[in-house]
């Protein structure tokens, strides 16, 4: 006996129906499953107290990074011959929000800040820090060396100027090509690390040497600790901050 056309529809229809309902139910769970990954993923990336968590080991590392400053800094050695070494530091303050866009941290509290004009292809020769401070580089570029206290004709230098506080008389040095190997290198480039903590004011150790290769003028902010304090921070390495 045939089956009538529209018996043979309506039953094909009940078959799909059920097939099509799940295949519905599965999209939109899967749909509501990406939206909720995403929500989770911008959470994780958001604001700078976030955990971090869904983040991969380096980008958790440079979002951690991201929550505080660091910055070289120029410093005497503590034992004896207390010679300048340079180190990058963590600054203990944490970014916040600011309340326009971006965000800001406290530097602490500072002392009248000096604005430094100096000469292209210029150089200080030997010299400490008048106090404890921040370098802010707003134009130019400054290179900063340090050298072993082994450095011929270094010895005698520091024993004929054994309490000077400014640049050792002689040294001869204002010329960034020298064919003494320094111990550390530090290049301030503005726009890029412009700013450098020094406190390297040890009166036993002859400081550091200062070019500025640049050809035009050089121009700085010497931004004194208020009472000689340094910032709480973390020693991360020694040498120069690479990142």
């Given at each position: 006996m045939a089956i009538p056309r529209t018996v043979s529809l309506i039953s094909l229809i009940s078959l799909l129906v059920p097939v099509l309902a799940t295949a519905v139910n599965a999209a939109a769970s899967n749909g509501d499953g990406s939206r909720v990954a995403e929500h989770q993923r911008a959470?994780?990336?958001?604001?700078?107290?976030?955990?971090?968590?869904?983040?991969?080991?380096?980008?958790?590392?440079?979002?951690?990074?991201?929550?505080?400053?660091?910055?070289?800094?120029?410093?005497?050695?503590?034992?004896?011959?207390?010679?300048?070494?340079?180190?990058?530091?963590e600054l203990s303050p944490w970014f916040v929000s600011y309340p326009t866009t971006g965000r800001a941290l406290s530097l602490g509290d500072t002392a009248n800040a000096t604005y430094v004009v100096l000469p292209p292809r210029g150089g200080e020769g030997w010299h400490r820090p008048p106090s404890p401070m921040f370098f802010v580089l707003l134009s130019g570029l400054a290179h900063v060396k340090t050298y072993p206290p082994a450095l011929p004709g270094l010895a005698a230098e520091r024993d004929q100027h054994p309490s000077q506080n400014q640049d050792v008389e002689g040294g001869g040095h204002d010329d960034d090509d020298d064919d003494d190997e320094p111990t550390e290198s530090l290049f301030v480039v503005s726009g890029v690390n412009p700013l450098i903590i020094a406190v390297d004011t040890d009166l036993r150790s002859p400081g550091h040497l200062t070019f500025y290769p640049s050809e035009v003028e050089t121009?700085?902010?010497?931004?004194?600790?208020?009472?000689?304090?340094?910032p709480e921070h973390d020693v991360l390495y020694d040498g120069p901050c690479r990142r």
């Open positions: 959470l994780d990336y958001s604001g700078h107290g976030g955990n971090g968590h869904g983040l991969g080991e380096d980008e958790r590392e440079e979002h951690e990074r991201e929550k505080k400053l660091r910055l070289s800094a120029v410093l005497n050695e503590p034992d004896p011959p207390y010679h300048a070494i340079v180190q990058c530091w121009v700085a902010l010497q931004v004194p600790f208020k009472d000689g304090r340094i």
